[in-house]
């Protein structure tokens, strides 16, 4: 006669081993899936937070359209299209003739800077030192290009690799763009989708408190942070393109980097105002409006981010920082967006997951006791 514990040793290899099967096969049936989505993940991961961000005016759209998604979505990404990527498609471009004309210059000894005028002596106290600058890089540049050929030949390689990078990651952007727009469209089922998925991984009641959550944090990451800085890039990038100020494209991309870093975006207007009133190629009005201009666009984030940032939940400025430069170095342009918003986002769910254990309650309890007592 056979007991129990016996049939259970027999059965338990068979059962093992059956486990195991189903468990290879579901982790290579997933690893080939990964490799499939692999080439298109970021531009998803933009596309989805990008419809998260413009989700309420989608929905405004829809309520003025008497509900039709569809059109709504529509609107939304041709408004999005016309203001934003029509925009950086000639700050790219510009960014992209600077650098080449800069390298094809300095390979035919073309490059030169003009001699500096005696009003910059005048400046208060850096004046001088700048001057005596100036004018040894206007007499000495020509032996000190002609010194960095090899760096400079090898500066034009990584030129066309960045001008091809720059021009997959516009069409990337424009087609992140068209995909947002249909999750925008069908943003409802999304929405239950992404609750129950939640639901079904953390369980009902916490899972829809991260689902919000994760609302919460990647609007206020895409909308107080990289929609700022974004905004501001794309402003004085067209105020210097307009006031045709040299390498406005560069400079665009140095404002978008200040502003996700947090970082003063005066440190690039001021040197060009500076710029604008040392050269001389402007009248007296023109200068005065360029600079006024130049100034509020420079500080219109002290406007903006109690709109925007208040808006969500607010992400430690480091993490927002660490995230875009990681994106920045694995995914390109877009991966600095994605980045920045993925880090801030599972920092976030973090930190609710540490203040939702028992222990933290205990501490927080303990806390709250003693600064009764």
Not at 9 to 21: D, K, N, T, Y
Not at 259 to 276: F, K, N, W
Request: proline residues 5%; aromatic residues 6%.
């Amino acid at each position: 006669m056979s007991h129990p514990e016996d049939e259970f040793e027999r059965r338990l290899p068979s059962q093992l081993l059956e486990v195991l099967i189903r468990a290879g096969l579901l982790g290579v049936f997933a690893v080939l899936c990964y490799r499939v989505v692999a080439p298109f993940l970021t531009l998803m991961l933009w596309a989805i937070i990008l419809a998260v961000a413009l989700y309420p005016l989608h929905q405004s759209v829809a309520w003025r359209l008497g509900g039709k998604q569809g059109v709504a979505a529509t609107i939304v990404v041709l408004a999005g299209c016309l203001l934003i990527v029509t925009p950086t498609v000639l700050l790219v471009s510009s960014f992209e003739s600077s650098v080449r004309k800069f390298v094809s210059d300095a390979q035919q000894n073309k490059l030169e800077i003009p001699a500096p005028r005696d009003a910059v002596r005048e400046w208060p106290i850096i004046g001088a030192g700048i001057h005596d600058i100036w004018s040894k890089a206007h007499a000495d540049l020509p032996g000190l290009i002609q010194d960095m050929q090899p760096t400079i030949v090898d500066l034009a390689r990584k030129a066309l690799v960045l001008g091809a990078s720059l021009g997959i990651g516009l069409l990337q952007f424009l087609a992140s763009f068209v995909i947002a727009g249909i999750v925008m469209a069908y943003g409802e089922a999304g929405a239950r989708l992404s609750r129950t998925i939640s639901a079904r991984l953390i369980g009902s009641e916490r899972g829809d408190r991260f689902a919000r959550l994760s609302t919460a944090t990647i609007r206020a990451v895409a909308q107080g942070v990289i929609g700022i800085a974004f905004i501001q890039a794309v402003l004085i990038g067209l105020e210097l393109l307009v006031a045709h100020v040299p390498w406005a494209g560069v400079l665009a991309a140095i404002t978008l980097v200040f502003g996700i870093a947090q970082v003063p975006v005066l440190l690039v207007t001021v040197p060009v105002i500076g710029y604008i009133w040392s050269t001389g190629h402007y009248s007296t009005g023109a200068a005065i409006l360029l600079t006024i201009v130049l100034l509020v666009s420079g500080m219109a984030d002290n406007v903006l981010k109690p709109l925007m940032l208040g808006r969500g939940v607010d992400a430690p400025m480091p993490v927002v920082v660490l995230g875009a430069l990681g994106g920045l170095a694995t995914a390109g342009i877009l991966g600095m967006f994605v980045g920045a918003t993925l880090l801030a986002l599972g920092h976030q769910m973090f930190m609710a997951w540490v203040a939702g254990t028992p222990s933290s309650n205990i501490v927080v309890a303990k806390r709250d006791s003693t600064r009764a007592s």
